[in-house]
């Protein structure tokens, strides 16, 4: 190997380029960037392995209670959904109380306790008897709110992703397999703000489970390995201000919690 070559072969090593995928599935050579913009990873409990997230998918009003207290009939409306960027996920490690920033806009900043299921396949039009093979793990997250902003842009029927896609507005725990975990189909969710119960429910209350929102999610989208889908919150909704600590359970998974800073 000349001199040249070599230096050639070490630069892709060591940058990681032969994985860089700007067409997912795809493997090519990342081109040279001015800067470097980092990807997003979460945890996954018992391996060295991280989580690439691909996509933050989330669906909207998926228990009936809720989809009141927001305004709807939960008995005639399909499930929709929206999106998340990725740099929104704010990971907090199991046992730790993350920090997270009241945002700025808002002066009615919501909690949403829900379980995400995270991608490890991905397809087209898959049928809700295959849907949870695509299932790589799980984890719980907040789906955090400006709902000051929601309600406005909606209102105004203009997109409210102001209200819901902004920094950080993703808190989320460690990805747990389902080979150790099983799928949730049933199980408690509750939501204390300052060790005062705000949201409790059982996963078995979802309007859509987590295999009708893949099934549903692909007839929309491509999906592919990476994306994560938060599948909706329980009612009892409401406000935190800073200085408020949320902690958020799922019977099965530890407990994510956060302190408003
Ligand atoms: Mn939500």
Redesign the pocket.
């Known amino acids: 190997m000349d001199r040249r070559h070599f230096f050639q072969n070490s630069a892709l090593v060591t940058t990681g380029a032969l994985v860089g995928c700007a067409t997912p599935g795809m493997a090519q050579q990342q081109p040279k960037t001015p800067f470097a913009v980092p990807a997003v990873y979460i945890p996954i409990v018992g391996s060295d392995e991280m989580f690439p997230v691909r996509r933050i998918y ?1 669906i ?1 009003r998926n228990y009936a209670a809720h989809a009141r207290e927001m305004g709807s009939d939960p008995t005639r409306e399909p499930p929709f959904f929206f999106q998340k960027p990725t740099d929104a996920i704010q990971y907090v490690a199991a046992g730790t109380v993350g920090q997270h920033p009241y945002p700025p806009l808002t002066k009615n900043y919501h909690y ?1 306790a ?1 379980l995400v299921a995270v991608l490890g396949q991905g397809g087209r039009n898959i049928p809700v008897n295959k849907a949870l093979d695509l299932v790589y793990g799980y984890t719980l997250g907040l ?1 955090m ?1 400006r709902r000051d902003l929601q309600r406005f842009m909606g209102d105004q029927k203009k997109p409210w992703e102001i209200g819901k896609s902004f920094d950080k507005s993703a808190p989320i725990g460690a990805v747990h397999k389902v080979a150790q975990t099983g799928h949730f189909t049933q199980g408690e969710i509750w939501l204390k703000v300052n060790g005062q119960t705000k949201q409790k429910a059982n996963l078995n209350q979802m309007i859509w489970s987590v295999a009708e929102q893949i099934a549903q999610l692909s007839e929309a989208f491509e999906l592919f390995p990476g994306d994560i889908i ?1 599948s ?2 329980p009612e009892n909704v409401g406000p935190v201000v800073r200085g408020d600590v949320i902690e958020m359970h799922i019977d099965g998974l530890p407990n994510l919690s956060v302190n408003i800073v």
């Open positions: 989330c909207g949403e829900e789906d709110t938060y909706g919150t």
